[in-house]
């Protein structure tokens, strides 16, 4: 086999199913999730002969809120295509899309972001049994919920890489509100486009792996793919332009369909829905945004989960993995710092806080943070030495270790870890460690 | 009883009881059963409904702009629980869910659903002759066609079947079966009317509009359908412009050429004259794209079909894609063929930039005059039969309709007198986007000035 000297390029396709209120193009509700089959939907989202579509506003302002976040630019002039295809979930034939003017043009978040468009989502196809017979039926419930689409630059290298920047975008999506972007629900669904590269250029073929369910088997698929690749071309063989899927049990992917089958959309512009049009100086109906409605929609963008981290570390002094648990998740960073404001002039810090809730999960148990810091308090309560134990302690430590005292006074401020160290000892560990050394230095500095 | 030709007389014999919803919903059900199997022209006759809600006319005290109007719907108008088939076998059984915005807002103010009208299926045609359930009559004469698409819609007027009805209007369709039934119509502004619950043929030319006997008609019916529905994002509510007080009227010399018919040039030679008398003055106009706005159309509208159609897959509706006829099949083939990548930009994207061009060329003769004068279609009524082995020559009949759809803009057809053989002669009137007020105080203008009476085909 030749020298392995090939470096994976990764490009993704990320769909991100809004949380709008109701469907894309009609007035049924958009949560679909483990409802009755077929009792949300309408002419439109069935495709009825004679209904049309009605662009929902909230989908469309989702889609530029998540573009501002990820520091893409928000195009001025923006149209819905039709991408024609047959799929018995398709009803109308074709999927109301957008090809060349999608919402949000070019930005950075982590990588290059290429494009961010709105769409309709399909129906469900439904594989059952029935009066004996093997059938498949249609469930149009999720027929026109709103899904986005983003598409990044193929500029990831590896899959580790690749499932850091997507649990960011989840979280991101969490942040701002617009999906739960849960993989198992399918409200976030992934794509991955992999190459393998000698030189670093884009080379002239890729291999779509498609249908994947969560993060851990995307990085697993990846890494199979580029093990595939590698032999092939090692092997001297030219790699075909297809889509694969991902068999988690023999841990391959696998041919799903190649070039020549692929779909010719034949695209063209949605004539049901006018352009829609985000400036100030246009007054062309329907769907508009005026520059001051973007702003607008900038301001509601909440505090992203990167710069939350690093005011958590920063504000909170708190260690790296702690700031990582919390922020992870879209509710638990505001619980924490309301938890830190209740808990503001007491005894334990800001870290105990978050300490309690990252290792106790305590803060599963106390649905308002009022409740967690009163049990903070019940236990710093009970368990704690009391004021005079604490300097009774400090006292004798002091006039055991004269070394330790002499160090200290020569400026050796470490040896004060050493000296509280052995307070606990004396209390067998219930000294409250902020009281411990505020007596500690107190004695110690006023001789 | 001697059915009253106008929605004025209705109403005044309704209030004076000369006679009852119910009576007339008799004397029209009357005349579909003595004349319908030799001209069909409905396709499905509602009589129950139309009873239920003629009964409730009689009961109510309540002043409804259409009350006591008995209606009939082209048959790609969704109409709850009645059958609606798009002139076609793929949905011949196909009962709809919903009615369409059009509908909705007749039966709102009054209108009496009696049933639904032949066309071409899917409304693909200019003579009635692709509808999968046999061609219709004209009553004028039944060896000629009562022009397509709307073929149904034009006939239940010349036969006294109903008293108003709807079309669409892709290229023609409301406006050459008025031309061919001695009728008056109206193409709206495209975004005037809710294409809702209407079976779009190509959504970017569709235009919902009524047909009736007189300009005061059609006119009541356009105020009830028009206007925002919620529905349709093409709509736009748009103010009514005031009625001129002096008008100029543009004559495109594009339009007028070898081919179009002595008698057509003649009667609209005397409309001339007519409107000159009444004041009005004339201009002769160009538009320099006329020649290819045929084939611009038969681009365009194709590749919407193929798109539209698409969801007629054989899956839901009961019957399989081999239902589709000859042309609604011609036309699949030419549409998903000029959107295949490869050749959109050269079919296509390049028709849609002669559309453009032809819009910029109607806004500047707008700048100029404030309408314009024009044949609906070459000839008379021609044949059965006369033109159905040959579309291109069936296309061209559409030759001086497609300007106004391509361009969105609205025109009222007209009925004039009749050719020496006794068929229908007529021409159209055409303004700009939302001039609708102004087509009909024309239109009115030019009836007032030749008394114009209305007629009606079959005793």
Sequence with gaps: ?447 | MDLPLTIKETQKGLIEKKFSAVELTDSYLERINKYNKEYNIFLTVSEEDAYKKAKEIDKSEKKLPLAGVVTGYKDIFMTKGIRTTAGSKVLEGYIPPYSATAVKRIEEAGGITLGKLNCDAWAHGSSGENSDFGPTKNPWNRGCTPGGSSSGSGAALSANMCLVTTGTDTCGSIRLPANYGYLVSLKPTYGAVSRYGVIAMASSLDSVGPLGHTVGDVETVFNVIKGGDGHDSTVVDHEAQAIKSKYKIGIPKEFFVDGIDPEIQKTIDEAVKIFKSEGVEFKEVSLPSTKYAISCYYIIQPAEVSSNLGRFDGIRYGNSREAFGDEAKRRIMLGTYVLSSGYYEAYYLTAMKVRTKICQETEKVFGEVDAMIAPVAPTPPFNLGEKTSDPLSMYLTDIYAATANLSGIPSLAIPSGFSKKGLPLGFQLMGPRFSENNLFDLGKKYHDAISFEPKVALK
């Design chain 1, 1 to 447: 086999m030749e020298q392995k000297n090939y470096k994976p390029v990764i490009g993704l396709e990320v769909h991100i199913e809004l949380s709008t209120k109701s469907k894309l193009f009609c007035g049924c509700h958009a949560d679909h999730f483990a409802k009755k089959p077929n009792t949300q939907v309408c002419p439109v989202c069935l495709g009825l002969p004679g209904a049309l579509p009605l662009i929902n506003r909230e989908a469309v302002e989702s889609v530029i809120k998540f573009g501002l976040a990820l520091g893409c630019s928000i195009n001025m002039f923006s149209k819905f295509d039709r991408k024609h295809y047959f799929y018995a979930d398709l009803p109308k034939g074709y999927q109301i899309s957008q090809y060349d003017l999608p919402v949000c043009g070019s930005g950075k978040f982590r990588v290059n972001i290429r494009r961010i468009h709105l769409e309709e989502d399909t129906g469900k196809l439904v594989h059952e049994t029935v009066d004996g017979v093997k059938s498949s039926l249609i469930d149009f419930n999720r027929s026109s919920v709103p899904l986005m689409e983003m598409v990044t630059e193929p500029e990831f290298h590896d899959g580790r890489s690749v499932i850091d920047f997507l649990k960011e975008v989840q979280l991101v999506a969490r942040y701002l509100g617009i999906s739960n972007a849960d993989m198992e629900k399918g409200s976030m669904r992934l794509e991955a486009n992999i190459s393998l590269s000698r030189d670093g250029t884009i080379p002239d073929y890729k291999v779509e792996i498609k249908n994947i369910n969560s993060f851990r088997f995307l990085e697993k698929a990846i890494r199979a793919e580029v093990i595939r690749q590698e032999k092939l071309l090692a092997d001297g063989e030219k790699i075909v332009q297809e889509t694969r899927g991902y068999d988690e049990v023999k841990q391959t992917t696998f041919s799903q369909r190649t070039k020549e089958e692929a779909h010719d959309y034949r695209y063209f512009p949605e004539p049901d829905l006018p352009p829609m049009r985000f400036s100030e100086s246009q007054i062309l109906p329907p769907m508009r945004f005026s520059e001051s409605q973007i702003t607008d929609l900038k301001s509601q963008i909440p505090e992203l989960p990167e710069e939350k981290r690093k005011r958590f570390k920063e504000e909170y002094n708190l260690p790296e993995d702690f700031a990582e648990i919390l922020v992870s998740d879209r509710k638990r960073p505001d619980y924490f710092e309301e938890a830190v404001k209740l808990g503001k002039g007491q005894t334990f810090s800001a870290k105990t806080i978050a300490d309690l809730m990252v290792n106790k999960k305590m803060d599963a148990n106390y649905p308002e943070p009022g409740g967690l810091i009163k049990k903070i308090l019940e236990l710093t309560g009970v368990e704690y030495a009391t004021q005079s134990e604490t300097e009774v302690a400090v006292s004798e430590v002091i006039g055991e270790n004269h070394k330790a005292v002499q160090d200290f006074q020569n400026g050796k401020g470490e040896v004060v870890g050493f000296l509280i160290g052995m307070v606990q000892k004396k209390l067998k560990g219930t000294g409250n460690t902020q009281m411990v050394r505020e007596k500690l230095l107190g004695k110690l500095e006023n001789g």
